[in-house]
């Protein structure tokens, strides 16, 4: 086929994909340059589903860009088979299919020449006799292909419909070959089970198949649309005419013709209808559930201790050498008798000293303690402070991912006297209702956390809400000890969580631990994080910039937003080495990179940090070292890891790094607020660096963000 020969859908091009120029952050949209018998063409569109080496029909047109000259603009795509040898190994080499990497491809086009793709697709047992590949490969190769090839027709059907090919390849790895019955049967189910696929993409596909703006299941959609961007929020439910507010702005309809199909979402169990507001079935669940097991906890058996409080904690201060504070040693006394007991305090406040002054005395007892938190980085500060094992939340109640549950649970509960959980204001609603469910009766609970912090990235406001029921013993810590007084970080987060400005240290002061650089162009605060993490800190303060200096930012877009940052830190860093590149991401070995969800079956958490150590080109993958332990990422695991040089204020909870770098810049201005900064301050332990203008930080010290979520536990623990 010639390079511009007509179609009834447009022109079209075919030719194979040479390499990629320019790929956009935040939608599927490409550059790339492609091979075609008339030379090499500029080609642009939505075509992220495809990879170097691979042959490709587009559907489109030609274009005159007025700063880049002639141009493809391709509406679609329709991969063809390669038709020489030389184009299989391309093809198969480009990583269209998982397990066959450039060197795998070689041997299989070497040995079976023009016959390799029919051997793959119709006698995988033939691939044996190629070297290094035995009967368990051939079978996982053979699987790739097919479901290659179900892929490129879920892709043609699918681009019919006007749906890009990222959103196409989401659509295809949730429900593979059933893909185009599922979206036929009804598209609103993407919304609500395909990650980044939502409810205006569903809404779409929905009117390219003819459905009615007024179709009873776009309004349940819509409706559960609503109720999913509240959660997202942190809001357990919304105020009645709220939720119908919001869904009738979304879907354009009357607030009126919602009614119906509300009700008929309650009646099918997928949401829950209160006075005071309607919510998500499993949220609402959830909230019920803790409030019933915290109840039942309270009215469990008392801890039959003979321990004289008072002696107890005389005799742990002379075993330690510390003497104890009053707002310390009333802790430690309620944790003796209080069935559940909330320690919340900023830094400096001594809740770790408490929490060793508890096990301490507990301990002599023969209590058995538990003790966990809800992040690996937050589970191994505890247990580095302590010298006790503690473990995540997942790992305390044995997350069994081929149960998608728990083992501890109601029927199994966890084998402790009592549970100390830290950092408790990154608990979700959801997280608490299966922690809750595996405490015995007889338990005592020991939430401690910092309730001025961020609240949970999930919904609920869990540590908030039991201490305002009222229903929890609760120690407020607000003295600073000594030891923290000569710490500028301590205080600063103080004055800061105060609305006061911070103190800065003096011109020419090398000794303090917190610094302000005054920077106003975001281009100036850039090229000086990289100065300060490149060379300043690592020379000034002999610290390692990649494991011990962590750049925490508020925004994940901009010049100073995460995904610049890490580009531009690991140009500086870590700019070569064996790599794999996989979308816009390019992953070196050497990269600090963090897991950015729960992976059970790798044994990996949310934002948990480690090292790429090992690259495996041609079977995609890679390993990375978490601590000490060693994962191996396949090419589907992949899209879990980011680079991590930079991360979101939100992702470094329960985290604590030698050195932090912040920037504060007004075009943060949406983000700037008060316990924004103030958390991310309390994460730095030995410096703390912002850099910015003292406008920005004025307007993030005085911004007090609205931080009110629609919850009710507080209210079902008054009553449960």
Same mark, same amino acid.
């Given at each position: 086929?010639?390079?511009?020969?007509?179609?009834?859908?447009?022109?079209?091009?075919?030719?194979?994909?040479?390499?990629?120029?320019?790929?956009?952050?935040?939608?599927?949209?490409?550059?790339?340059?492609?091979?075609?018998?008339?030379?090499? !063409?500029?080609?642009?569109?939505?075509?992220?589903?495809?990879?170097?080496?691979?042959?490709?029909?587009?559907?489109?047109?030609?274009?005159?860009?007025?700063?880049?000259?002639?141009?493809?603009?391709?509406?679609?795509?329709?991969? =063809?088979?390669?038709?020489?040898?030389?184009?299989?190994?391309?093809?198969?080499?480009?990583?269209?299919?998982?397990?066959?990497?450039?060197?795998?491809?070689?041997?299989?086009?070497?040995?079976?020449?023009?016959?390799? @793709?029919?051997?793959?697709?119709?006698?995988?047992?033939?691939?044996?006799?190629? *070297?290094?590949?035995? %009967?368990?490969?051939?079978?996982?190769?053979?699987?790739?292909?097919?479901?290659?090839?179900?892929?490129?027709?879920?892709?043609?059907?699918?681009?019919?419909?006007?749906?890009?090919?990222?959103?196409?390849?989401?659509?295809?790895?949730?429900?593979?070959?059933?893909?185009?019955?599922? !979206?036929?049967?009804?598209?609103?189910?993407?919304?609500?089970?395909?990650?980044?696929?939502?409810?205006?993409?569903?809404?779409?596909?929905?009117?390219?198949?003819?459905?009615?703006?007024?179709?009873?299941?776009?309004?349940?959609?819509?409706?559960?649309?609503?109720?999913?961007?509240?959660?997202?929020?942190?809001?357990?439910?919304?105020?009645?005419?709220?939720?119908?507010?919001?869904?009738?702005?979304?879907?354009?309809?009357?607030?009126?013709?919602?009614?119906?199909?509300?009700?008929?979402?309650?009646?099918?169990?997928?949401?829950?209808?209160?006075?005071?507001?309607?919510?998500?079935?499993?949220?609402?669940?959830?909230?019920?559930?803790?409030?019933?097991?915290?109840?039942?906890?309270?009215?469990?058996?008392?801890?039959?201790?003979?321990?004289?409080? *008072?002696?107890?904690?005389?005799?742990?201060?002379?075993?330690?050498?510390?003497?104890?504070?009053?707002?310390?040693?009333?802790?430690?006394? #309620?944790?003796?008798?209080?069935?559940?007991?909330?320690?919340?305090?900023?830094?400096?406040?001594?809740?770790?000293?408490? =929490?060793?002054?508890?096990?301490?005395?507990?301990?002599?007892?023969? /209590?058995?303690?538990?003790?966990?938190?809800?992040?690996?980085?937050?589970?191994?500060?505890?247990?580095?402070?302590?010298?006790?094992?503690?473990?995540?939340?997942?790992?305390?109640?044995?997350?069994?991912?081929?149960?998608?549950?728990?083992?501890?649970?109601?029927?199994? %509960?966890? *084998?402790?006297?009592? !549970?100390?959980?830290?950092?408790?204001?990154?608990?979700?609603?959801?997280?608490?209702?299966?922690?809750?469910?595996? @405490?015995?009766?007889?338990?005592?609970?020991?939430?401690?956390?910092?309730?001025?912090?961020?609240?949970?990235?999930?919904?609920?406001?869990?540590?908030?809400?039991?201490?305002?029921?009222?229903?929890?013993?609760?120690?407020?810590? /607000?003295?600073?000890?000594?030891?923290?007084?000569?710490?500028?970080?301590?205080?600063?987060?103080?004055?800061?969580?105060?609305?006061?400005?911070?103190?800065?240290?003096?011109?020419?002061?090398?000794?303090?631990?917190?610094?302000?650089?005054?920077?106003?162009?975001?281009?100036?605060?850039?090229?000086?994080?990289?100065?300060?993490?490149?060379?300043?800190?690592?020379?000034?303060?002999?610290?390692?910039?990649?494991?011990?200096?962590?750049?925490?930012?508020?925004?994940?877009?901009?010049?100073?937003?995460?995904?610049?940052?890490?580009?531009?830190?690991?140009?500086?860093?870590?700019?070569?080495?064996?790599?794999?590149?996989?979308?816009?991401? /390019?992953?070196?070995?050497?990269?600090?990179?963090?897991?950015?969800?729960?992976?059970?079956?790798?044994?990996?958490?949310?934002?948990?940090?480690?090292?790429?150590?090992?690259?495996?080109?041609?079977?995609?993958?890679?390993?990375?070292?978490? *601590?000490?332990?060693?994962?191996?990422?396949?090419?589907?695991?992949?899209?879990?890891?980011?680079?991590?040089?930079?991360?979101?204020?939100?992702?470094?909870?329960?985290?604590?790094? %030698?050195?932090? !770098?912040? %920037?504060?810049?007004?075009?943060?201005?949406?983000?700037?607020?008060?316990?924004?900064?103030?958390?991310?301050?309390?994460?730095?332990?030995?410096?703390?660096?912002?850099?910015?203008?003292?406008? #920005?930080?004025?307007?993030?010290?005085?911004? =007090?963000?609205?931080?009110?979520?629609?919850?009710?536990?507080?209210?079902?623990?008054? /009553?449960?």
């Amino acid at each position: 086929m010639s390079a511009s020969e007509p179609t009834d859908a447009g022109e079209s091009l075919e030719g194979t994909l040479a390499r990629v120029i320019f790929e956009s952050a935040d939608r599927p949209w490409r550059v790339v340059r492609m091979d075609t018998p008339q030379g090499e !063409v500029t080609c642009v569109g939505e075509l992220s589903g495809l990879a170097p080496g691979e042959p490709v029909r587009l559907v489109g047109k030609w274009v005159d860009n007025p700063k880049f000259g002639r141009q493809f603009q391709a509406d679609s795509y329709v991969p =063809v088979r390669p038709g020489t040898v030389a184009g299989i190994e391309r093809y198969l080499g480009s990583g269209l299919v998982d397990g066959i990497g450039p060197g795998l491809a070689k041997r299989l086009v070497a040995r079976f020449g023009e016959d390799t @793709l029919d051997v793959v697709e119709n006698h995988p047992q033939r691939l044996t006799e190629v *070297e290094g590949i035995g %009967p368990v490969r051939a079978e996982r190769i053979q699987q790739a292909w097919q479901g290659a090839r179900h892929l490129k027709e879920v892709m043609v059907f699918l681009q019919s419909l006007d749906v890009g090919t990222g959103f196409a390849l989401r659509i295809f790895k949730r429900y593979g070959e059933r893909a185009v019955q599922v !979206v036929k049967s009804n598209p609103y189910q993407l919304a609500l089970e395909v990650s980044g696929v939502g409810f205006l993409t569903a809404d779409r596909i929905a009117k390219a198949l003819g459905l009615s703006p007024d179709d009873p299941a776009r309004l349940a959609a819509g409706l559960l649309h609503a109720l999913g961007e509240a959660a997202e929020d942190g809001h357990v439910f919304l105020p009645g005419p709220e939720l119908m507010s919001r869904a009738g702005a979304l879907l354009g309809v009357e607030e009126a013709a919602l009614a119906g199909p509300r009700d008929r979402l309650a009646l099918g169990g997928y949401i829950q209808i209160e006075p005071h507001g309607v919510s998500l079935a499993r949220l609402y669940e959830a909230e019920r559930k803790v409030a019933q097991g915290l109840a039942r906890v309270l009215a469990g058996p008392r801890p039959a201790r003979e321990v004289d409080a *008072e002696a107890a904690v005389r005799a742990y201060e002379l075993q330690s050498g510390l003497t104890l504070a009053d707002q310390q040693r009333a802790a430690v006394k #309620a944790a003796l008798r209080a069935k559940i007991l909330v320690i919340t305090g900023g830094p400096g406040t001594g809740k770790t000293t408490i =929490v060793k002054g508890v096990l301490r005395i507990l301990e002599a007892e023969h /209590t058995n303690i538990l003790l966990a938190a809800p992040t690996g980085r937050a589970a191994k500060r505890m247990a580095e402070a302590t010298g006790r094992e503690a473990k995540t939340l997942h790992r305390l109640l044995e997350y069994a991912p081929q149960d998608d549950g728990f083992v501890r649970n109601e029927e199994n %509960p966890l *084998e402790g006297d009592v !549970v100390i959980v830290d950092e408790a204001s990154m608990v979700d609603i959801v997280l608490m209702q299966s922690l809750v469910a595996a @405490l015995p009766d007889r338990c005592q609970l020991i939430l401690v956390g910092d309730v001025d912090q961020l609240p949970s990235v999930g919904p609920g406001a869990v540590l908030n809400d039991v201490i305002r029921s009222g229903r929890a013993d609760v120690v407020r810590l /607000t003295q600073i000890y000594r030891q923290a007084h000569h710490s500028l970080i301590v205080e600063n987060a103080h004055r800061i969580n105060h609305g006061e400005m911070p103190v800065l240290p003096g011109a020419g002061d090398a000794r303090s631990d917190f610094y302000l650089f005054e920077r106003d162009a975001p281009e100036d605060v850039l090229r000086t994080i990289e100065s300060l993490v490149k060379d300043r800190i690592p020379r000034g303060f002999g610290l390692d910039p990649v494991d011990a200096v962590q750049v925490l930012t508020p925004m994940h877009k901009g010049p100073l937003g995460a995904q610049n940052l890490n580009l531009r830190l690991q140009a500086l860093l870590n700019p070569s080495g064996p790599e794999l590149v996989r979308g816009q991401v /390019t992953l070196r070995v050497g990269d600090k990179v963090m897991q950015t969800k729960n992976d059970y079956d790798l044994g990996v958490f949310n934002g948990d940090l480690g090292r790429v150590v090992r690259v495996d080109a041609e079977d995609k993958a890679l390993v990375v070292d978490f *601590e000490g332990r060693e994962v191996v990422y396949d090419a589907q695991a992949l899209e879990q890891l980011q680079l991590a040089y930079a991360t979101s204020i939100h992702k470094s909870q329960g985290s604590e790094y %030698p050195a932090v !770098v912040v %920037p504060v810049s007004t075009q943060h201005f949406v983000m700037l607020h008060r316990n924004l900064l103030y958390t991310a301050i309390t994460r730095g332990k030995r410096l703390v660096i912002l850099v910015g203008s003292r406008k #920005a930080l004025g307007m993030a010290v005085r911004s =007090v963000k609205d931080q009110r979520r629609y919850t009710a536990l507080a209210d079902r623990l008054l /009553t449960a």
